[in-house]
């Protein structure tokens, strides 16, 4: 499928949390966005650079044992854990909504995913929001990342 930039934009984390609500299957990935992505739908692990069989994307699915806790918090916290790429990998890496097949594993455990069809960018207010939402929790942490 041929990526466009030309995607609906999410702007709050309730837009957000309402399409997670909605669909199962999707995914959170930061990059240059899905006309970049879908040229070669591969990531390349970064310690080796092996090219790895999907893009590698963050699940926004809920799990079972979140049981009845709000999804907004969910969401919130799988864009806060990663809201540190964009400062690390440079200038254009973005978050987007995907859906798509789960095909592997990458090295960090994170899933590789194909059959990809782009959702949505998702604004930086959401990504705003979701720190704050992380913030006002009991036991706040940080971003994931390595030093």
Do not use: C, F
Not at 35 to 52: C, F, H, K, P, Q
Not at 110 to 116: A, R
């Amino acid at each position: 499928m041929s990526g466009s930039d030309d995607l609906p934009v999410v702007r709050t984390l309730a837009e957000l949390t309402e399409l997670v609500e909605r669909h199962q299957g999707l995914y959170v990935r930061w990059s240059r966005g899905p006309a970049t992505d879908l040229r070669d739908v591969s990531s390349t692990d970064e310690l080796t650079g092996v090219s790895m069989p999907g893009l590698s994307a963050n699940p926004l699915d809920v799990e079972d044992w979140w049981e009845d806790r709000p999804v907004r918090v969910w969401v919130a916290r799988r864009l806060h854990d990663y809201a540190h790429l964009p400062h690390e990998k440079g200038p254009g890496i973005r978050p987007w909504v995907l859906a798509g097949k789960e095909t592997s594993r990458g090295p960090d455990n994170e899933p590789l995913v194909t059959d990809t069809r782009p959702m949505s960018w998702i604004d930086q207010q959401v990504i705003d929001e979701a720190k704050a939402e992380v913030s006002r929790q009991e036991n706040p942490w940080g971003p994931l990342r390595r030093s």
